[in-house]
């Protein structure tokens, strides 16, 4: 199946094609339609996860290569290594998910809304599959008008403000990372400015500057990397950067919030590993860069749980949530060793497993109390036993309860962190403790107490439709909370390649004597060389 | 009698005789035509432009090779002509269709109107091909002469008096500057043709005298194409002009200024390039800025697209001022004009595109289209409001559209050619333009409420309109035929 990532990109689209020529009045052959699409897509993505070869190699699988626009060596070229299958798994989950979760929640312009939900599908998958630059950044700016459209008319009250600045400030981000593709471009083939150029021909493949990357210069590396790093941290968000995401997740309709968290953010943290830090290796390794990124992380951590616990909606709880778990994800990520990074990866996934989650149990006691506010609500475990029920356990996933898929991921992370400065490590784990605090303050004001608002008591406990779109997340959470061996062997290569090519730009800045020089290619070997490095995923086991 | 040049001179113009004659033709038909039937000399101006365009691969057979220099380096057929040529008859085209409808219903008569139009195109034309300081100012003066009329044209309104006043002040004005800067230079270098100025530079020290005259024409270029501190006079008269000639003054004559601006300032004064960088830099920064910050504050949707077309006007420029930025292997050594002749095809096509969609929207007559006129259009019309989104995306530079590809490249020619901080602000600008275009997307689609303004159906200026659209985004997503002609289209 050599054009299965392009079916994957381009079936949704199909499918938004073919609910335009429906009829607006028949909604339900318009849900079932794009409930069928993506869940095709779904299914069509499952030979991911089957790939034998993301356990043995860094390399890049499914590929595809087309000429496109051959005046600027623009190639239409697909494929994916163990991280970003595990991502477009992702997707193609919430995706279908989401769309199933909005049946009753959504009773506007479904139609639109479809079609728009697909098209982001669309955008989503082919950023993840993107190996050449120019057609990533195409799918990235396309995503947005998609989801601009699902803010701004499914949306909250202030859903204009949110949909705009959303839109805006993703944009500005990702400008500037178009500046630095382009220098990229012009470094690889005749050089701009001062720098001298390869003499390459023109070509936008991101594994040809992944090879090139220790040609790059010590200063354009780190205006790159700085480039790049308001592109991708923007999207995660990184802490200064985060203001636009408690307005669009509030403000976005359900759906629109589960594949914002779950999908969008994680686009930014992919960003970085596809990125930032095997085509700068030189800046990001820099100490100073990486203790500005770290400190930054930390202050989201930190910084984001404080002012989840103090907020009022419970949405706006959970999106802020969202700036502290991201947190953790870089903070593993700039550990720059295997633990950090795999950690870093796995709890990318497992945020939009159990943010997603979240938002979707937000969103189902929304659709029938037309409110989130927390005060609304108390003693609710009473009258809706079988969602309390399904909120806690996605809400323990999302606290880091062992057994569970949070608690693989923030101790490996913190096993990462810990190995490269014990200081993170200390400053990170109070995370972890207001994490558990303010997500069980949530609980124990919304479910327990005595049922005080007289509109509660009627309340009707979730339907087969709304347990059937948590319970393949709880599953999920499950699964890695007590045998995450099969995900940490997919990504540990891919995993081990960036972290071996950030370390050697480390070693190459590093002045080394000539005794230890001789020792040194053992100690830092190729990516390639490194058995697949599962020894964190062991260790989660023992505890 | 001895003709001061060969008789096959006249061949490779046969393009521009055939439409002069035609367009003359048609204001002469125009005296017997009743007012009821006027529909048919449009459609004539139509077949004349279609013609038009025929002959040109008839003159290119009659040249023998391209390029062909006649009249004595008066005017030269090549590559770069061509493309102009067919980008103005293209603008030309679909402003007729544009104007059908509002022509007929006007109280004014339709002949002038076409002719006009058309003697426009002939100066337009010849300004593409013009290789000589006096051809190309007497091709621009055409152009511009017919413009200050059309601008006019519907005399009773005065929006419309004021638009034209301002036009032709302002405009005589510039031509003023333009033309005491060619003679300057004609004073400092001894010749008026291109490339004769052009070994003259080379040859030559810096001296005084030539700068002024550079600085002067390029000021007035830089009026003709509306770029700051030139550029007050565009979004008046584009609110104030009738919608297709608003649309026809944001496209044609600014693509046609492009192509002689970017024929003196390269094939001309070229090897000054050093000189006259800078200007067009501190030109293109101030013009990006004025063009974008201008438009966030309009409510009207004419005024706003103005200010946007100034801020287009910034971009372009900096594929002009990156001219000597050599490209990467295989790829050509003026970057920059490759750039911008990408770039202004696709702004050509959405530019378009948008005007269409106000002209089938109007409300009385013309020039009362403000940004809530727009208010739920996706219920009134949900193509047209797909369609507005897509041009709106393109001109903000969002792919897969043509905007993009476009931007893509005239961003990458600044910085190739050294010129970061332009860049920067290039990209930082099209990222608060967003903010503006999304204004009108915002009220299609968030918005409820039936504006006043009705729907019109007009199949004219609806196949126009979707022609642009066909053709923005098939520029977005396959480059590569366009990027593929441009280069082969590249001044030498």
Redesign the interface.
């Known amino acids: 199946m050599n054009f299965l990532l392009s079916l994957l990109i381009l079936l949704p689209t199909a499918g938004a094609l073919a609910i335009l020529f429906l009829p607006r009045d028949k909604t339900g052959a318009i849900k079932a339609l794009a409930t069928g699409v993506a869940g095709l897509t779904f299914v069509l993505s499952l030979p991911l996860w089957f790939a034998r070869g993301f356990r043995e190699s860094a390399g890049f699988l499914f590929r595809e290569d087309l000429d496109w626009i051959p005046s600027l060596g623009v190639r239409y070229s697909l494929g994916v290594d163990g991280i970003a299958a595990l991502l477009i798994l992702l997707t193609t989950l919430l995706s279908v998910i989401s769309i199933y979760s909005s049946y009753t929640a959504v009773k506007t312009r479904e139609k639109e809304y479809y079609v728009f939900l697909l098209l982001l599908e669309t955008g989503m998958i082919g950023v993840f599959c993107a190996l050449d630059f120019f057609l990533f950044y195409v799918f990235w700016e396309v995503m947005l008008v998609p989801m601009y459209f699902l803010i701004g008319v499914w949306g909250g009250p202030r859903k204009l403000y949110a949909a705009i600045k959303f839109f805006l400030y993703t944009l500005f981000g990702s400008v500037i990372m178009l500046l630095a593709i382009i220098a990229l471009y012009f470094f690889n083939t005749t050089g701009f400015l001062w720098w001298k150029g390869l003499g390459n021909a023109p070509s936008f493949d991101i594994l040809h500057f992944h090879q090139i990357a220790p040609l790059i210069p010590a200063d354009l590396s780190l205006w790159l990397f700085w480039a790049f790093f308001l592109g991708f941290a923007i999207k995660v968000p990184m802490f200064p950067f985060h203001t636009w995401l408690p307005d669009a997740h509030v403000e976005a309709p359900t759906a629109g919030s589960v594949i914002l968290a779950g999908v969008l953010l994680k686009m930014g943290t992919y960003g970085f590993l596809r990125f930032s830090l095997p085509i700068c290796p030189s800046a990001a390794s820099n100490s100073r860069v990486q203790t500005a990124v770290v400190v930054l992380s930390i202050i989201g951590i930190i910084y984001g749980s404080l002012v989840a616990m103090v907020q009022k909606d419970m949405k706006k709880l959970v999106a802020y949530s969202s700036v502290a778990h991201l947190g953790f994800v870089m903070l593993g990520l700039f550990a720059f060793n295997n633990a950090g990074m795999q950690g870093g990866v796995i709890q990318s996934i497992n945020h939009g497993l159990s943010t997603g989650g979240l938002f979707l149990l937000v969103g189902i006691i929304y659709e029938r109390r037309h409110t989130r506010q927390i005060a609304d609500f108390g003693g609710i475990s009473q009258v809706m036993p079988i969602y309390a029920t399904l909120f806690m356990i996605i809400l323990l996933a999302s606290i880091g309860l062992p057994l569970l898929n949070g608690f693989v991921g923030e101790f490996t992370i913190l096993v990462g962190a810990f190995l490269a400065n014990w200081i993170w490590a200390l400053f990170a784990s109070f995370g972890v403790v207001l994490g558990a605090a303010y997500m069980l303050w949530l609980y124990q004001r919304v479910f327990f107490g005595e049922l005080k608002h007289e509109e509660n008591k009627g309340l009707e406990d979730v339907n087969l439709r709304e347990v059937l779109t948590i319970v393949p997340l709880i599953l999920a959470c499950l699964w890695i909370g007590v045998y995450p061996k099969p995900f940490f062997e997919m990504t540990a290569p891919a995993s081990a390649k960036i972290v071996a090519a950030v370390e050697n730009a480390r070693a190459a800045a590093r002045p080394v004597p000539a005794a230890v020089a001789a020792a040194a290619p053992a100690a830092i070997a190729p990516a390639g060389a490194v058995p697949a490095e599962v020894a964190p995923a062991a260790d989660v086991k023992g505890h | 009698m001895a003709l001061p040049f060969p008789l096959s001179d006249l061949l490779v113009i046969l393009p521009e005789l055939v439409l002069t004659e035609l367009a003359l033709g048609i204001l002469l038909w125009a005296t017997v035509v009743k007012r009821e039937n006027e529909r048919v000399l449009a459609w004539a101006s139509l077949a004349s432009l279609a013609i038009t365009a025929a002959l040109i691969p008839v003159a290119v057979s009659f040249a023998g090779t391209l390029p062909r220099s006649a009249f004595g380096g008066m005017f030269a057929l090549d590559g770069f002509g061509i493309f102009f040529k067919v980008l103005t008859l293209v603008a030309a085209a679909v402003t007729i269709l544009f104007s059908l409808r509002f022509v007929g219903t006007s109280s004014y008569p339709g002949g002038e109107y076409y002719a006009l139009l058309l003697f426009s195109t002939v100066g337009m034309l010849f300004m593409a091909s013009g290789t000589h300081l006096v051809s190309l100012y007497i091709a621009l003066e055409l152009m511009a002469l017919s413009q200050y009329v059309l601008a006019g044209y519907f005399k009773r309104e005065t929006k419309s008096i004021e638009a034209a006043a301002k036009y032709f002040v302002l405009g005589a004005f510039s031509s003023g500057i333009l033309l005491y800067g060619l003679s300057l230079v004609y004073g400092a270098t001894g010749t008026l043709s291109l490339a004769g100025v052009s070994s003259s530079l080379a040859g030559s020290p810096r001296s005084g005298l030539l700068m002024v005259g550079v600085v002067l024409t390029a000021c007035g270029m830089l009026f003709k194409i509306a770029s700051a501190p030139f550029h007050v006079w565009a979004p008046d008269v584009y609110e104030g002009a009738p919608t297709p000639v608003s649309a026809f003054f944001a496209v044609g004559p600014k693509v046609a200024a492009y192509a002689i601006f970017a024929r003196i300032f390269f094939a001309g004064f070229g090897p000054r390039a050093d000189d006259w960088a800078p200007i067009l830099a501190a030109s293109a920064a101030l013009t990006m800025v004025i063009g974008n910050v201008g438009a966030l504050m309009q409510k009207n949707v004419k005024r706003l697209l103005g200010y946007s077309s100034i801020g287009h006007a910034g971009y372009a420029l900096l594929g002009l001022l990156a001219y000597k930025a050599?490209?990467?292997?295989?790829?050509p050594e003026s970057f920059g004009l490759w750039a911008v002749m990408i770039y202004l095809s696709a702004y050509l096509l959405m530019t378009f595109g948008a005007f269409g969609l106000i002209v089938l929207l109007e409300a009385k007559g013309y020039a009362s289209e403000s940004v809530d006129d727009f208010n739920g259009l996706?219920k009134r019309n949900p193509l047209a409001a797909g369609a507005m989104?897509v041009f709106l995306?393109s001109l903000a530079g969002?792919?897969?559209t043509a905007g993009?590809v476009g931007k893509?490249f005239l961003?990458?020619a600044a910085?190739?050619a050294?010129w970061?901080l332009l860049?920067?602000l290039g990209?930082?600008m099209?990222?608060v333009s967003?903010?503006y275009y999304?204004r009108i997307v915002?009220a299609m689609?968030?918005v409820e409420g039936e504006g006043e303004v009705q729907w019109r159906e007009e199949p004219a200026v609806a196949i126009a309109v979707g022609l642009c659209l066909v053709g923005t985004l098939a520029i977005g997503v396959m480059?590569?035929p366009l990027?593929?002609l441009a280069?082969a289209c590249l001044l030498p």
């Not at chain 2, 050599?326 to 790829?331: E, F």
């Open positions: 050599g490209g990467a292997a295989g790829q996706w989104v995306l969002i792919p897969p993009f893509y961003f990458s910085l190739k050294g970061p860049a920067l990209v930082l099209s990222a967003l903010f999304f915002r689609y968030f480059p590569q990027v593929a280069k």
